[in-house]
C-alpha cells in the first residue's frame, strides 16, 4: 500500500467554524507532513512530525493546529480561518532516513474555500 | 536559505524530447528531487540524485553537476499525458524541510 488518504476532498467552512482534515497512510512511515499550495505556486511546509512529535512549525498561525495521534493518523485542527487561508492542504509522508532518496508520498489533498 | 530557480513555462510537441533545468542555492545540500503534479492532483515524486551525474527512470531522466549547482530533468518521447507542472526540490541540512523550486509548467502540444 503506497497511498495516503486525505478527507475531506472539499471543504467549505466559514470563518467562525471549526473543522479537521485528516490524513492516514499504512506504509510504516515516521514522518509525515503537512502543506499548503495556492493555485499555481509550489507546495508550502507547514509542519513535520517524526515519531509523532512535531518537529518543525513554519510559524504557522495559531488557528491550525496540527495533531498525530498514532504514527499512521494526521489531523490539521482549523479555527477561526480567514478567506486567505483557501487553498489546497497536501498532507505527505516519508521515512525518516531514506538513502538514497528523501521521497516524500503526497495524499490528493483537501481543497478548502473559506467564505 | 535555499532558493531554487526553474523556467516558469516550458512547450513541446508529442515524442520530443524536453529538457528542464533548476539551479540553487543552499546553505547545505541533501540532493536534488524532481516532482510532477497534474492540475487538480498531487505532487508524484520522479526522481532524485544524490550524487553527480545521469539517473535515468523510463522516459524521465535527471542530471546534477554539485559543481554548478544545477540540475535538470529530461523528458523524452513526450506524450500528452506528460503536461504538468514539475517542481525540483531540495532538502535542508536538518533533513526533514523540503524547499520547493517555483514550478514549471510543461505544455505538450499535438
Known amino acids: 500500500d503506497t497511498e495516503v488518504t486525505q478527507t475531506p476532498k472539499h471543504l467549505v467552512m466559514g470563518m467562525t467554524n471549526k473543522k479537521s482534515l485528516k490524513c492516514e497512510q499504512h506504509m510504516g512511515h515516521r514522518a509525515m507532513y503537512w502543506y499548503k499550495q495556492k493555485a499555481k505556486k509550489p507546495p508550502e511546509l507547514m509542519f513535520v512530525y517524526s515519531y509523532e512529535k512535531l518537529s518543525i512549525n513554519e510559524s504557522v498561525p495559531s488557528r491550525f493546529s496540527p495533531e498525530c495521534p498514532n504514527s499512521s493518523l494526521l489531523n490539521l485542527h482549523l479555527h477561526a480561518l480567514q478567506p486567505e487561508d483557501s487553498a489546497l492542504y497536501l498532507c505527505a509522508s516519508s521515512h525518516v532516513r531514506l538513502a538514497p532518496s528523501y521521497e516524500q508520498y503526497f495524499g490528493p489533498g483537501t481543497r478548502l474555500t473559506v467564505t | 536559505g535555499q532558493s531554487l530557480e526553474q523556467p516558469s513555462e516550458v512547450t513541446a510537441v508529442e515524442g520530443a524530447i524536453v529538457q528542464i533545468n533548476c539551479t540553487y542555492q543552499?546553505?547545505?545540500?541533501?540532493?536534488l528531487s524532481w516532482y510532477q503534479q497534474h492540475d487538480g492532483g498531487a505532487p508524484t515524486f520522479l526522481s532524485y540524485?544524490?550524487?553527480?551525474g545521469l539517473e535515468e527512470t523510463g522516459r524521465f531522466s535527471s542530471f546534477l553537476s554539485r559543481s554548478d549547482s544545477y540540475g535538470y530533468l529530461l523528458l523524452q518521447e513526450l506524450q500528452m499525458k506528460d503536461s504538468a507542472s514539475y517542481f525540483c526540490a531540495v532538502r535542508d541540512t536538518g533533513g526533514f524541510k523540503t524547499i520547493f523550486g517555483a514550478g514549471t509548467r510543461l505544455f505538450v502540444k499535438a
Open positions: 543552499t546553505s547545505g545540500f541533501y540532493g
Open positions: 540524485n544524490g550524487l553527480d
